[in-house]
C-alpha cells in the first residue's frame, strides 16, 4: 500500500518559515519524481516545485528564491523549506510521486500551511 503523509503545516507570521515533510512508503522512492502542490480556499491547485529522481528542481515563478525542494532518499522523505512566507502563501500543501516509466502518480493527504499575524 502507497502511503505519502505530509507533516510540518500550521500557523506561522508574514516573513517566517516553515519545512514541509513528506515521507512516503510502499513505494521505491528513489526510483519516483517528487514535487508540492498547493491548494488556497476557492482556488485551483497549483505546482509548487518538484525534484527529480536526479536532484534536479524547478519551481513555479513565484516560489523561486522562497522555496527550496530536496529530499532524502535513505529516509524516503522529501522536504519543502520555505522562507519569507507571505500571506497569499496559506494553503494546504500536497506532495505527489510520478514514476516517469509507467505514469504511476500517488498523492499524500495535504498538510495547513496559513501565514498570519
Known amino acids: 500500500q502507497v502511503q505519502l503523509v505530509e507533516s510540518g503545516g500550521g500557523l506561522v507570521q508574514p516573513g517566517g518559515s516553515l519545512r514541509l515533510s513528506c515521507a512516503a512508503s510502499?513505494?521505491?522512492?528513489?526510483?519516483?519524481?517528487m514535487g508540492w502542490y498547493r491548494q488556497a480556499p476557492g482556488k485551483q491547485r497549483e505546482w509548487v516545485g518538484s525534484i527529480t529522481t536526479g536532484d534536479r528542481t524547478n519551481y513555479a515563478d513565484s516560489m523561486k528564491g522562497r522555496f527550496t525542494v530536496s529530499r532524502d532518499n535513505a529516509k524516503n522523505t522529501m522536504y519543502l523549506q520555505m522562507n519569507s512566507l507571505k500571506p497569499e502563501d496559506t494553503a494546504v500543501y500536497y506532495c505527489?510521486?510520478?514514476?516517469?516509466?509507467?505514469?504511476?502518480?500517488?498523492w499524500g493527504q495535504g498538510t495547513q500551511v496559513t501565514v498570519s499575524s
Open positions: 510502499g513505494i521505491v522512492f528513489s526510483i519516483y519524481h
Open positions: 505527489d510521486a510520478v514514476h516517469m516509466a509507467t505514469m504511476s502518480q500517488y
